[in-house]
Nanobody
């Protein structure tokens, strides 16, 4: 069974940095897109950043220039480097990936809490 295991969430001060990691395991599969979503209390889950297998990236406007997404295809791992963190970045961050072999499917991590204090 495919699983995504996240790590790296923490409590940091405004202006601080964190790196989130997410590793996929549990079978033989081909990963397509990977990314990170976040959900703050009382708000909808939103896409933070995504990266294709070929390395093309996409960011939501509010994190451009502060966050960097990367991946290691050999390890089926995706990272999110977050810098210049703001209180509005506080949320549960969820790792996400899609596979296209042996079947098309979406998978989600369990979430990791990021709290930015002012």
């Amino acid at each position: 069974q495919v699983q995504l295991v996240e790590s790296g969430g923490d409590l940091v001060q405004t202006g601080g940095s964190l790196r989130l990691s997410c590793a996929a395991s549990g079978g033989i599969f081909r990963v397509n897109d990977m990314g990170w979503y976040r959900q703050a209390p009382g708000k909808q889950r939103e896409l933070v950043a995504s990266i294709t297998r070929g390395g093309s990236t996409n960011y939501r406007d509010s994190v451009k220039g502060r966050f960097t997404i990367s991946r290691d295809n050999a390890k089926n791992t995706v990272y999110l480097r977050m810098s210049s963190l703001k209180p509005e970045d506080t949320a549960v961050y969820y790792c996400w990936m899609t596979t296209d072999w042996p079947r098309k499917a979406d998978y989600w991590g369990q979430g990791t809490q990021v709290t930015v204090s002012s």
